[in-house]
């Protein structure tokens, strides 16, 4: 069974770092990527990576604070989220794909998801 799950999600204040993480299980995709929906708002793409580690695509709402990263060995992607704001405040989901275009944002499997709230 294809499972995602995250963690790392917390309260911080803004200026503060946070690492996620989405441990994956039952199969390996071609694309990896993070979205985040905050209250009263639509989902929204953070990033995206394609599984062999090379190309890497991001929001320009977080270019530059937040990166993207994955461990093979463990299955596992992560997202850096440096230098927080109240903004960021949203629940993060990890998803994934069998298809390896890192701009298209249709994703086949979801986590649950793990919220993230920036005070300021």
């Known amino acids: 069974q294809v499972q995602l799950v995250e963690s790392g999600g917390g309260l911080v204040q803004a200026g503060a770092s946070l690492r996620l993480a989405c441990a994956a299980s039952g199969r390996t995709f071609s694309t990896y990527g993070w979205f985040r929906q905050a209250p009263g708002k639509e989902r929204e793409f953070v990033a995206a990576?394609?599984?062999?580690?090379?190309?890497?695509y991001y929001a320009d709402s977080v270019k530059g604070r937040f990166t993207i990263s994955r461990d093979s060995s463990k299955n596992t992607m992560y997202l850096q989220m440096n230098t927080l704001k109240p903004e960021d405040t949203a629940v993060y989901y990890c998803?994934?794909?069998?298809?390896?275009?890192?701009?298209?944002?249709?994703?086949?499997?979801w986590g649950q998801g793990t919220q993230v709230t920036v005070s300021s």
């Open positions: 998803a994934a794909k069998y298809g390896s275009e890192l701009t298209n944002r249709q994703y086949d499997v």
């Open positions: 990576i394609s599984w062999s580690g090379g190309p890497r």
